[in-house]
């Protein structure tokens, strides 16, 4: 009797969950974004939370999509980088979301030409749509869902000035949309941007600039991603996050969290992990409870892969494990906002 107590107090521990506890709550997938060229040899206990589909039911490329990889030089395509993570999904038959078709950064070289006179708008229009139709069409019918404009404003909500919008104007976010949906017709077409979690000029810009004139010109777009680089001291709240949400589903769209990570100011300490635990539950509970959120990604698990501390000098342990595969508390608030919301789901459904 001892025994069979002890190994159910044990069960919870081993066992991965977090996809599993989200489709539970009624998301399409809990997921993980992975850059797997560079850790598939490195480890093998990453490898295989990676592949566990009870853990991560979607993966996302973290490099292996962007430009710079897909298309180095003008009409050379290469895709050996992103089928890294595409076979990966396929293996485990995790779902796919795709990222991304067209950002200011991450470009090849060739097309970001300081020499802006090298462009004409026809002649940068025309490259931009055979990338798109290209990439896109590669990986046609795999694709959950794809990030096609990535980062198009500013915070204060003005357009961000960008290769794309100096030469073509604001238009080139509808020809994007209107090309990746050509190429790749059942996919869902997403605007995805960071800072989109909480109201703000940036929010309102998504509607008014964005998600509106779309609509009005009939071209496809389904969903809007919020990145949720959240910092662990001046993360939104809850109630801001659903706001946000709202504010998207309004007009009809779905919408995902797709970079989730919660960078804290090191060294580590209990109460900012702490703080961290609860900013992850928060943004988990956000989209359990608005039927129009889908699901969450992290943007990777482990902290030795994590981009921040390269980017952010002193932040880190930003994600779900630390270098030993031990779990951030964050793990647990994760479990604990997917896990509460199947129940406030359960009593909507049946009172």
Known sequence: MRFSLLSLAVLPLASAQLNKLAVKAGLKYFGTASDVVSVKALDATYASILSDRKEFGQLT???????????????????????????????????LRCHNLVWHSQLAPWVETTNTTAWTK??????????????????????????????ALNDDGTFRDSIFLRVIGEEYIAIAFKAAHAADPHAKLYYNDYNLESPSPKVTAVTEKIIKPLLKARVPIHGIGMQAHLVWNRAPTLDNMIAAIDSYAVHGLEVAITELDVRIDLPESDVKMQIQKEVFANATGACVQRKACVGLTVWDFWDPVSWVPGVFEGQGAATLYYANFTKHPAYDGIMGALKNGTKDKWHHHHY
């Open 122 to 151: 026809e002649s940068l229009t025309k490259a931009m749509v055979n990338h798109v139709t290209h990439e896109a069409r590669h990986w046609r019918g795999q694709c959950y869902a794809w990030d096609v404009v990535n980062e």
């Open 61 to 95: 490329a973290a490099n292996g999509q962007k430009w710079f990889a897909v298309e180095p030089e003008q009409n050379v395509f290469n895709y050996t980088y992103g089928e890294e993570l595409t076979r990966y999904a396929r293996r485990n038959k995790q779902l």
